[in-house]
């Protein structure tokens, strides 16, 4: 399958309150399925995790979407790398995108960046195709979105989001 040309958009400022809801629900237009990211502790056991309550909360709401839970050492925009020679891995949750599970991120936090400690790390919203619409990397306060350039201008209408083509190398 061929996939459509799309090309990253840095999101220059980070969406809050009704410009992130605007965001999700702009995502929620073009996606299935979202990610986020658990990393525990090198030497981690079975059920070890760095989730505090809130991201457990979150987790436990959405069971009913979960598609996949996996370990492995890179998501959208992200690769772990070796500590002292220990290979990291993180639990990557996949879920199914729809209307309950929307409503369940946009009550989970009101700002795009706060995708890390306490609550779940880097989301991500995922096209049918598998490619990353949205890539979060919270911990660095980076964001950007693959897009068409039809995409860009109804995108940015609507959400009145600043956005910025990233530069090819």
């Given at each position: 399958m061929i996939r459509p040309s799309r090309e990253?958009?840095?999101i220059v400022n980070e969406p809050r309150g009704p410009q992130y809801r605007g965001l999700l629900r702009?995502?929620?237009?073009?996606?299935?399925?979202?990610?986020?990211v658990d990393i525990p502790e090198p030497f981690y056991r079975e059920h070890d995790t760095s989730f505090g309550p809130a991201a457990k909360r979150l987790v436990e709401e959405l069971a009913p979407h979960l598609i996949s839970l996996t370990s492995d050492r890179s998501w959208p925009g992200t690769r772990l790398g070796e500590v002292h020679g220990v290979k990291s891995y993180a639990r990557i949750y996949r879920y199914r995108l729809d209307a309950e599970s929307l409503e369940l991120l946009e009550r989970a936090t009101d700002h795009l960046f706060s995708w890390q400690p306490p609550l779940p790390l880097d989301l991500c919203l995922l096209r049918p195709d598998g490619e990353a619409w949205l890539t979060?990397?919270?911990s660095e306060d980076t964001a950007y979105l693959r897009l068409a350039p039809e995409e860009v201008a109804p995108l940015m209408d609507r959400t009145g989001m600043d956005l910025q083509r990233y530069l090819r190398h």
């Open positions: 990253p958009y840095r702009e995502g929620a237009r073009v996606s299935d399925r979202f990610l986020f979060t990397i919270a």
